[in-house]
């Protein structure tokens, strides 16, 4: 991750900024643009899944041109795990970036900083924005801007067994993290499945740092909070649940030996995202009893207080486009309520409009059951261009945490130190 503008990249912006003056949305009298007048091609670049999501958008984009017959739509779909360095790359150079962008809700801080992607606020891109559900409109925001439109969302959950949790005598899922993990150790006494599976990976720690009031920094204050006291008893209990509660953890494959296990009911509680469901429903556990797959917040922790990141994708315009109007007019129609509508049905994924939620969407068991948890527990990142950047550091200081080779203090204490040099001018408390 970059840690700062290069006086190169602070020319880009510069050019960007100038060129993306020029054709805002306006004609030479500075009235709006009628859509119908608007023309030419822009290019999109889409993250979904090529094989079973992309069919959904391509639909879309056909609708699109059909509506605005001037305008062609040059569809592009791009890995996820290239996407990010693509787009920088084609940004800073000012070639070949495209004129929108599928954006992953963690980016938005750092693309917004380098002055890449457009402020979207008074243009036709930001359409009725009181339809939105706040937390994901919040992940588009920087700086008392908005950068992009939200298009599908998501958040972690407590996905259960409920077979299990009723063998183990256990009515209700666990609302703390210290019901959590005496449940977990009732489940694996009663019926001998495991209770859960500590996923090692740091984005899912979040829940317990947020639910214990602790976070990775603090912006205003310009502060560094990973190692602070809150963060000390977020990682206690982590350490408290890889250690007491929890299947033995392979560290090198511990992603998809969770999912087996959960799927195959030999865990019976997992913290997890919407996009993990399909595979959970195709294993033994629930493949023809998909009413077994129970859903539920995140737990609470000491401040009483049930918290989990907020992830999604937004669409962005890039700031150097030379066709805005056509940009902003593209992710008007994509992020529409009938747009998400389609999106939901055909992909499964939870919409960004509340009016979205239509009882055909709701249909679907994961949209269903992770639809009010956007409402009660799902919070937008700290928001800092350096954010992705700060996970790395943070995951390798957690897997030592839990295996034994650092104090949870020492961890936390050599992950801000981590964070220092990627965070200029934040202090360590």
């Known amino acids: 991750m970059r840690r700062g503008i290069s006086i190169a990249a602070a020319v880009t912006v510069v050019a960007l900024t100038a060129s993306a003056c020029g054709g805002s949305g306006g004609d030479s009298t500075g009235k709006p643009k009628d859509p119908k007048d608007i023309s030419g091609t822009i290019t999109y670049w889409d993250t979904s899944d090529a094989a079973t999501e992309a069919p959904t958008y391509k639909a879309l984009i056909k ?11 040059d569809y592009q779909n791009i890995p996820f795990t290239d996407i990010e360095q693509k787009f920088k790359s084609a940004a800073k150079s000012g070639k070949g970036a495209p004129d929108v962008v599928r954006t992953d809700v963690g980016l938005m801080a750092e693309y917004a900083e380098l002055g890449y992607i457009a402020p979207l606020d008074g243009t036709p891109a930001l359409k009725d924005t009181g339809d939105f559900s706040s937390v994901p409109l919040n992940t588009a925001r920087y700086k008392g801007k908005t950068y992009g439109v939200p298009s599908v969302t998501d958040t972690l959950g407590l996905l259960y067994n409920k077979k299990l949790l009723k063998q183990a005598g256990i009515a209700q899922p666990p609302a703390t993290w210290d019901e959590f993990i ?32 602790a976070d990775l920094a603090d912006p205003s204050a310009k502060k560094i909070t990973i190692n602070d006291g809150a963060a000390v008893k977020a990682l206690t209990t ?89 940009g902003y007019l593209f992710t008007q129609f994509m992020t529409s309520a009938p747009s998400q509508i389609e999106i939901a049905k055909g992909t499964g994924t939870l919409p960004t409009r509340k009016s979205a939620y239509t009882s055909e969407v709701t249909g679907d068991a994961k949209i269903a059951g992770f639809q009010p948890l956007l409402e009660k527990t799902a919070r937008a990142r700290v928001a800092l261009p350096q954010a992705g950047s700060l996970f790395t550091p943070l995951a390798q200081n957690y897997v030592k945490i839990l295996q034994g080779d650092e104090s949870v203090q020492g961890g936390l204490d050599a992950t801000a130190k981590e964070f220092q040099k990627l965070l200029k001018g934040f202090s360590v408390g």
Do not use: C, R
């Open 182 to 213: 005496a449940d977990a150790k009732t489940i694996k006494e009663k019926t001998g499945a495991y209770g859960t599976y500590l996923n090692p990976d740091s984005y899912f720690l979040l829940p317990l740092l947020y639910s214990n009031g």
């Open 63 to 73: 609708q699109f041109e059909n509506k605005y017959p001037k305008i062609k739509v």
């Open 238 to 326: 982590a350490k408290k649940i890889n250690d007491e509660a929890s299947m033995k953890v392979d560290f090198a494959n511990a992603y998809q030996n969770m999912q087996a296990a959960f799927k195959n009911g030999k865990v019976a509680m997992l913290i997890q995202g919407p996009w993990s469901v399909g595979d959970d429903l195709s294993g033994t556990a629930f493949k023809g009893d998909e009413k077994n797959l129970g859903f539920a917040p995140v737990p609470a922790g000491a401040g009483g207080k049930a918290q989990a990141p907020t992830g999604g994708h937004n669409l962005t315009v890039y700031q150097g486009s030379g066709n805005l109007d056509a």
